[in-house]
């Protein structure tokens, strides 16, 4: 049996090309924004009514739509706890603004299940390709412990790392420069020695510490 | 000297200045949708390497995205939440792809991680590779998997999942590759890891 979670933005008969492309529906989440006038919300609530006419329940789910890093982890989870009860979980971007359709296909690129999306126009639903893509290929356990580190101690140095983790400085180095050339990480001089550098985590790391 | 090149995703109603204001740059690229090119580079008042994609095709814009950066340098950075929503994913699915930085500014700033990933499905199975690789286009089901190698019940199992991955078009004598299918058989096929 299959769980669809769609986002939703201001249209939702979008929802409805997403919900026929699949097949053993089961259930349908709705992820729609917490904006302040309620459009969005009255949209995921028609979509709802949309689906309980298929015989299809759905629950809503309200989300800060321009928080990418906060809506991805929240749709992970969701795919998670569906996949735990041993769902089959579809991903359907089926409107919402940049930020949450970015954030479902994010989502369903790092937890490995298929991602769909209703074209604007057509109103077709077409699956996206899918990513090969895992955090513990590019995090290997070390790296994930300095980015942890570095997270958790933000205006750090490299010698900070060294020490905490009783790490060789040349490996500090590599790893937070792979931090860095992969975005993870971010370094600005130390006003008090201009050789060094104090790194911070990006807000956007937490979605690969999420494992 | 590093040369940034900053890729800005955008249709008529987009603000350019925004992304160029916000993400340094040395160079610039602007992708369009299909016939506004001209209009919005003139706009811009800026020389600018312009690439027009179909609006309302993500795996087209997909495929145009991958193109131009894969002759960009590493320090390309794209500005995705302009264009259409087609525009926008297609160029989110290119920077996951070829491992770029992809930045939305509207409201808080945020980029995406650099991920290198292979559209490839790391979940298609021998069986599956072989049935893509041979649908070339529109084929019998029996003269698939001939040519695919398998026994028909195999072939069969797997024109089932490619068709649940949204690979596959097929009905009771007959398979053809999606747009999707032809996508991967490109990315696998024609340009194996």
Sequence with gaps: MTVVLATVGFHPEKVLPALRSHEDKEALVLFHDTDADGKSKRAARAAREDARRLGLEAELVAVDAFDLVATCLRLRREIRKRSAARREVVVSIAGGTRVLQAAALL??????????????????????????????????PKRRRVLLFVRDRPGCQARDIAQGLSLAKGTV????????????????????????????????????LAE | MTVRTLVVVAAAKDDLAAPRRKLGY??????????????????????????????????????????????????????????????????????????????????????????????????FGGDELAVLAALDGRRAHGDLARRAGLPLARARAAMLSLRR??????????????????????????KPD
Aim: proline share 6%; with cysteine.
């Design chain 2, 165 to 190: 991955h949204g690979a596959l078009g097929s009905d009771a004598t007959q398979a053809w590759p999606t747009d999707l299918g032809s996508y991967y058989r490109k990315a696998l096929v024609e």
């Design chain 2, 26 to 123: 040395d160079r610039l690229a602007l992708v369009a949708p299909e016939g506004r090119g001209r209009a919005l580079a003139s706009a811009l008042g800026e020389e600018a390497t312009v690439l027009e994609v179909p609006p309302d095709d993500v795996l087209g814009c997909l495929r145009a995205m991958e193109g131009l950066l894969a002759g960009l340098p590493d320090s390309t950075r794209v500005a995705v939440d302009g264009g259409t929503g087609a525009m926008s994913l297609g160029a989110v699915l290119a920077c996951l792809s070829r491992g770029v930085e992809a930045w939305f500014l509207e409201h808080k700033p945020v980029c995406l991680p650099v991920l290198r990933a292979m559209p490839v499905a790391g979940r």
């Design chain 1, 107 to 140: 989502a369903g690129v790092l937890e490995g299940v298929r991602v769909t999306h209703v074209n604007e126009r057509t109103n077709v639903a077409q699956s996206l390709p899918l990513l090969r893509l895992s955090a513990a290929e590019i995090l290997s």
């Design chain 1, 173 to 208: 180095s590599h790893h937070v420069r792979e931090l860095r050339r992969r975005g993870l990480v971010e370094g600005e001089p130390d006003p008090d020695d201009s050789r060094s550098e104090r790194l911070r985590a990006v807000p956007s790391a937490e979605l690969l």
